[in-house]
């Protein structure tokens, strides 16, 4: 136990019951009820041991508890009740229905909302409201005064549906994707063919289609076989390329379509042409591509192979955009893209006031739950050669597959490793820096990412999670441990089940792992709006569950919402209290050949098992041990402190542990070597890192 001066205390040491006369099962349960209270101003808490705490103390125990005098609980505000996503569906909102859905939320213990428009009702367009017109401004502008009333707070969704896109992003700042064809020539031959490519065309449609929910186990997401293929709604037919003009936007009934990907049938542009011999030379052919795709030059002496790469359109759009906000999606790897991208919010946010909005919300990258995938952007050749020290225009044959194992496992990797600096360099930190230029923060799901998610995370103000696993869970909470970030969320109990079947008891359930993974903010996903008078069972959203006034369970919320309070409340006003520090070998997963060529990292496919890294976080929580994951660019910003690792955000450990790996960055060994000299505690777990990652200067690097 743990006082409210931070001194050590036994059980014993607690004051006896005031009256002799009381029972000895009653002085049991009067010190019971003391070491609770005791225990409310732990200035370090595990947040499992406290669930545990919590959930064991008996309604009874907890009244005579009250009775006494001593440290009050942590107080109950906004921010530590739960908080859900109001689904605006085709944001047609009015006044009096946002006042009284408020006051039903706030009234049922609800905390805030997270506005996010969403496709519109069918049959409900006239009274469709355009995404960031004045009129839906001036409805934000009603949310944000009446949550300040009823003492709620607000985040909102950068976009409408996911991921961020919209009618004014163009071609120029869309996803593009890797498409590439070779030939081969012999000594003195000549290319006959143009050097062209057609982009094959491509529609992908939820319009006409039925949604199939696969229930699993309660408290856990819908699983089963999947359809092989869409299934048409009965009278519908699959929609062809035929049926659409060009550009998207030029379509008048986008809501009745709901597009997810659309590839149109064009010429792509070239974005370089390089020869390779069998002899290890390499010729930029790109400048002597006429502009018809004729190819000026004849093969040298030797075999050549031609590499050309085309900057094809990756076609992803909002998925499940609400009116005005239907469009291209965003390409995350383009300063200028997002730069762009926002510009229509700061003109919307123009002379009107934000009080009251605490977040802007980003959701998981889905860029790539599509046909093909967004890998390529306009500068990825120069950012590569500036990051990775050499041109990958020189070894396009192990970037292609053609290359020996160990030099294409490397180049591979580094492509990667250059993705994942922009994922984190461009589109997440230029987001957050907008916000905070509006005075707000960013809530992020990083999750799915082609990148390192420990440092979009840590790159957030809120790192937010989700799920029903708990090791999947430590991804946003070590980020947030780690970079001292005070709240770690969690969009919670999605998709439980089928529509109304989903119990309070499930919801709890899907909390409370929540909880012992470290998660200090509840998101319920979701709340439909829903306009008054809508008869039963009013406007609902396709993946339950429905936390609204038409639930069932409505009048018992409260109760759990209570509960999640009083457990958030405690949870953030402590801090964490980690054992170990616990390296993720990045570079080991970059370089795993997989079955793309992009890795995508914490999304609803589980990691990889057998490696490693997956022993180590097994080993120590079978001991007993906690654990926070640790990423390369943190650990080269931590310090050695009192024989252990203390973060460049000030949170202490005990112990690194490094798990075994082949590849890993010179310079994290060195900044390991270097913790260790200072006298922090440094374990190699089966064997030290065997060799280190990327290809420039190999040599000299594997030497040091």
């Known amino acids: 136990m743990v006082d409210a001066s931070g001194r050590s205390r036994k059980v014993a040491d607690l004051p006896a019951p005031a009256s002799s006369r009381v029972s ?7 010190l019971w009820c003391s070491a609770s209270r005791f225990a409310v101003p732990f200035a370090r808490i595990r947040p499992a041991g406290v669930l545990l705490l919590l959930l064991a103390t008996p309604v009874w125990m907890e009244s005579t ?3 006494e005098a001593g440290p009050d609980w942590p107080a109950i505000a906004a921010g530590t009740k739960p908080w859900t996503r109001w689904w605006w569906h085709g944001s047609a909102v009015d006044r009096t229905s946002i006042t009284a859905q408020l006051e039903a939320l706030a009234s049922a213990g609800i905390g805030g909302v997270e506005v996010t428009p969403i496709y519109g009702v069918r049959g409900a367009d006239e009274l469709f409201i355009p995404y960031l017109s004045s009129q839906w401004m001036a409805m934000l502008d009603h949310t944000l005064r009446e949550a300040t009333r009823l003492r709620m707070g607000v985040d909102m969704a950068t976009g409408t549906g996911w991921p961020f896109g919209g ?12 498409v590439h064809r070779t030939w081969t020539l012999a000594g003195g031959e000549r290319l006959a063919e143009p050097v062209t490519m057609r982009q094959t065309p491509l529609v992908r449609a939820i319009g006409n289609q039925i949604h199939i929910v696969n229930e699993g186990a309660p408290g856990d997401p819908p699983r089963g076989a999947a359809p092989s293929g869409p299934v048409i709604r009965p009278g519908a037919r699959a929609i062809g390329i035929s049926d659409l003009l060009a550009p998207v936007s030029a379509n008048r009934n986008l809501q009745a379509l709901a597009l997810e990907q659309v590839k149109y049938p064009r010429d792509l542009p070239l974005a370089v042409l390089m020869a390779c011999s069998d002899g290890g030379d390499a010729v930029d052919l790109t400048p002597r591509v006429n502009a018809d795709g004729r ?3 004849t093969a040298p002496p030797g075999r050549w192979t031609l590499y050309a790469i085309f900057a094809g359109w990756h076609g992803k759009l909002v998925e499940r955009a609400a009116p005005g906000g239907e469009g291209n999606v965003i390409d995350h790897f383009s300063t200028d893209a997002i730069r762009q991208y926002l510009r229509p919010f700061d003109r919307a946010f123009e002379g009107r006031s934000l009080d009251g909005l605490r977040a802007f919300f980003n959701d998981s990258y889905e860029v790539d739950d599509a046909t093909g995938q967004a890998d390529w952007t306009p500068r990825l050749l120069e950012e590569f050669e500036k990051r990775r020290g050499y041109d990958l225009r020189r070894h396009l044959p192990e970037l292609l597959g053609d290359g020996t194992d160990d030099d294409a496992e490397r180049v591979g990797a580094d492509y990667r490793e250059t993705i994942s600096d922009l994922l984190l360099e461009t589109f997440t930190a230029e987001w957050a820096s907008w916000a905070r230029r509006h005075g707000r923060q960013v809530r992020n799901q990083a999750h799915g990412s082609p990148a390192n ?19 999947r869970f430590k991804w946003a909470t070590s980020a947030a441990h780690v970079a001292g970030r005070r709240l770690v969320s969690a969009e919670a109990a999605t998709w439980l089940g089928e529509h109304f079947r989903v119990r309070l008891s499930d919801v709890k359930a899907a909390v409370d792992r929540f909880f012992v993974g470290g998660v200090n903010h509840i998101v319920y996903h979701g709340t439909a709006y829903s306009p008054i008078g809508e008869p039963w069972p009013g406007w609902q959203f396709y993946a339950s569950v429905e936390f609204n006034p038409q639930n069932a369970w409505w009048a018992d919320f409260g109760a759990l919402n209570a509960y999640v309070a009083r457990v958030q409340s405690f949870l953030q006003s402590g801090q964490p209290d980690t054992d170990v520090l616990l390296y993720y070998p990045f570079y080991e997963a970059l370089a795993h050949p997989g079955p793309s060529r992009l890795s995508h990292f914490g999304g609803a496919a589980p990691p990889a098992p057998g490696t490693t890294f997956e022993k180590a976080a097994g080993t120590l929580q079978a001991a007993g041990f906690t654990y926070d994951f640790v990423s390369d660019r943190q650990l080269r910003r931590a310090r050695a402190e009192n024989g252990g690792v203390t973060s460049e955000a000030g949170t202490s450990y005990r112990t690194l542990v490094l798990p075994a790996s082949r590849y890993v960055p010179l310079d994290t060994v060195l900044r390991a070597l270097e913790l260790a000299r200072d006298g922090a505690t440094i374990v190699s777990f089966e064997s030290w890192p065997s ?9 000299g690097r594997r030497a040091r």
Do not use: H
């Open 691 to 699: 060799d280190v990652s990327g290809l420039a200067d190999l040599g």
């Open 65 to 67: 508890a009250r009775q």
């Open 24 to 30: 000895r099962g009653r002085r049991l349960t009067d």
């Open 167 to 178: 009618p004014w992003v163009g071609d120029d700042i869309a996803p593009r994707s890797i």
């Open 295 to 297: 190819l000026d030059w």
């Open 453 to 471: 998610l420990l440092d979009l995370y840590a790159a957030s103000d809120m790192p937010e999670t989700e799920g029903a696993e708990i090791r």
